[in-house]
């Protein structure tokens, strides 16, 4: 069964500054994807950035990349240059391989606070 | 294009009593999901839907919960009678297929959920 961990239930950073969020998932699947969503309070999730695994190059959308490290199965995304509106939750997703296709499986979230 | 609708917005109910939401997906996104989040939690799945068929309800609580996907469009879930462990965040999710985690081209979209408290 998949399995995704974020260790971090809180973080916070400077405005202007960088700040990285973990995340672990376990699998037997040798290509397949992650993502990352994004929570603010209005409560839509919106789709940060995604990376497939057979991918070399980490994937990166403005401010946001991602460090993926396929053996260890780590997927941490960094936000440079970091905004008032990035505060918000943050949930790393992995698909559920194991049961219907399609639908996405997400650790428990990081609450990141941006500080003025 | 316009994203995925749902209301309520917000719905307050006393237990034992019955409730339902609804999602409208986006337009031509094949497959639906409701998804439950328990404050401090990441969402869970609760059921799948591909057109008007379901896919996966494995987690879905039968005895109280429902869903449908008429015509493969709108869709419903109900709570009857709900109990106060399911005050949670109600999310509806579409995208155009079912490749796996929605594929890389067809990722979820969400709707703003439901906040639903049950007293």
């Known amino acids: 069964a998949q399995t995704v961990t974020q260790s971090q239930p809180e973080m916070s950073v400077q405005e202007a500054e960088t700040v990285t969020l973990s995340c672990t998932y376990d699998?037997?699947?040798?290509?397949?994807?992650l993502f990352w969503y994004k929570q603010p309070p209005s409560r839509q999730m919106i789709l940060v950035i995604r990376q497939e695994a057979y991918k070399q190059q980490n994937a990166t959308e403005n401010r946001f990349s991602v460090n993926f490290q396929k053996a260890a199965k780590s997927f941490s995304l960094k936000i440079s240059d970091s905004q008032l509106g990035d505060a918000a939750m943050y949930f790393c997703?992995?698909?559920?391989?194991?049961?219907?296709?399609?639908?996405?499986?997400f650790g428990k979230g990081t609450k990141l606070s941006v500080k003025p | 294009e316009a994203g995925v609708a749902q209301s309520p917005r917000y719905k307050i109910i006393e237990k034992r009593q019955s409730v339902a939401f609804w999602c409208n997906p986006i337009?031509?996104?094949?497959?639906l999901y409701w998804y439950q989040q328990i404050l401090g939690q990441g969402p869970k799945l609760l059921i799948q839907?591909?057109?008007?068929?379901?896919?996966?309800d494995s987690q879905l609580p039968k005895d109280r919960f429902s869903a449908e996907r008429l015509k493969g469009v709108d869709s419903t879930l109900k709570i009857q009678p709900a109990k106060l462990e399911d005050s949670a965040v109600y999310l509806c999710?579409?995208?155009?297929?079912?490749?796996?985690?929605?594929?890389?081209?067809?990722?979820?979209?969400f709707g703003n959920g439901t906040r639903l408290t049950v007293t």
């Open positions: 337009s031509g996104h094949a497959t």
């Open positions: 997703a992995f698909p559920n391989y194991g049961g219907s296709q399609g639908n996405l499986i």
């Open positions: 999710a579409s995208s155009l297929g079912a490749k796996p985690g929605g594929s890389y081209n067809s990722p979820l979209h």
């Open positions: 839907f591909q057109n008007n068929g379901v896919v996966d």
């Open positions: 699998t037997s699947e040798s290509d397949y994807y």
